[in-house]
Structure formats: C-alpha cells, structure tokens
T-cell receptor
C-alpha cells in the first residue's frame, strides 16, 4: 500500500516563481527520493536524500529532510514552463527494498 | 548508455486474455522492480528481483500475476485472465542494488477492454 502524502495535490505558478511541495511519511527510512513524471509515463529521478542528511541541492532543486517530523520538502527555484510535471516523493524504508510513493503533486508553470 | 526499456509501449487486450510485458534493465543492474500506476496515483510496488530470484513479491495483487527473470537481466511480467481493473501503466525500474536510485523505464500502458 502507498504511504506518504504530498501537499499540495496541485500547484499553479508563474514562470520565474518558486514552487514548494511537501511530503510526509510514517515509518523510518533509509532514504527519501524525489521523482518527476511527465505525461503519466516514465519517472525521472531528481534527488535522493539519506536519513542522516538534512538538506541537498541539485541545480535549481533543493530538498530538505526532517526525520523528527517525518517530512521532506522539494523547492524548485526560478521555475520554467518545462518544470510542468507531476512530482512524487518515495520512501525507501528501513528493512525494505521497494519504494513507497505518494500520490504526487501536479505542478503547472504558466508562461 | 541505454536506459531501461519496456515493450510494448501500449497493449490493448480483451478481458480474460493473457498478456506478457517485457522489461530490459540497464546493463549490470542487479536489482529490478515492477510497479503499477493507476491514473492520478503514484506507482505501487508489485515485485522486486535481486539477480534471478524474486526477493519480494508481496505487491502482486493475486495469483493471476507472475513475473520471471530467468537470467538475471530481462524480466517478463505475466498476467493471466486479465480483468478491466488490471488496466494501468506498468513501470519497470532497475538499480545497482537496493537502496540506491532507481531508474525507470517509459512504462507499458495496458488497457483491458
């Protein structure tokens, strides 16, 4: 079954603005991963943050992890139309092998 | 190098038929995963292979679903007596080992009429 919830479910922003989405989870994790999906097909891996890390950057992406609150956030800075997609967080749980995905946040960047 | 490939990209079948979906992982990746994604939802885990063996098949919904990976590379997901509720996008992913980044294929969209 799926765990983790993304918030908000949908987000619409103007090009150039920042987009922030949050993910909450319920169990202990090895790491938490963020993926992007365009048009309901293949997922593209964005960032993996391990349980002993608090913040990670990749280009215009910034991910934070708060294990005490069991939450993570993804920030996209200076958004572009090409950032329009669905974004998913996925838990890699302790003593488990699979990823458990949330329902995702749909981001629309208006030109 | 080549990413994860899946064939076919689309499959339309009739209720009650048998289907096979193929996944070709990234060369050298020992871990292979199958997920199923319904419209508006995140992917749901089906089965995980480490090498040739199914290390975790707890996500398979019932015994109509079966997957193999006989030589530790290509995997086939097999669905018997398909039902309309099986309609979804079936995603395959591979990684160097569990706990690392998973690389996803483009998926197979299965439609059961």
């Amino acid at each position: 079954s799926q765990q983790g919830e993304e918030d908000p479910q949908a987000l619409s922003i103007q090009e150039g603005e920042n987009a922030t989405m949050n993910c909450s989870y319920k169990t202990s994790i090895n790491n938490l991963q963020w993926y992007r999906q365009n048009s309901g097909r293949g997922l593209v891996h964005l960032i993996l943050i391990r349980s002993n890390e608090r913040e990670k950057h990749s280009g215009r992406l910034r991910v934070t992890l708060d294990t005490s609150k069991k939450s993570s956030s993804l920030l996209i800075t200076a958004s572009r139309a090409a950032d329009t997609a669905s974004y998913f967080c996925a838990e890699d749980r302790s003593n488990d092998y699979k990823l458990s995905f949330g329902a995702g946040t749909t981001v629309t960047v208006r030109a | 190098g080549a990413g994860v490939s899946q064939t076919p990209s689309n499959k339309v079948t009739e209720k009650g038929k048998y289907v096979e979906l193929r996944c070709d992982p990234i060369s050298g990746h020992t871990a292979l995963y199958w997920y199923r994604q319904s419209l508006g939802q995140g992917p749901e885990f089906l089965i995980y292979f480490q090498g040739t063996g199914a290390a975790d098949d707890s996500g398979l919904p019932n015994d109509r679903f079966f997957a193999v990976r006989p030589e530790g590379s290509v995997s086939t997901l097999k669905i018997q007596r398909t039902e309309r509720g099986d309609s979804a996008v079936y995603l395959c992913a591979s990684s160097t080992e569990s706990g690392n980044e998973q690389f996803f294929g483009p998926g197979t969209r299965l439609t059961v009429l």
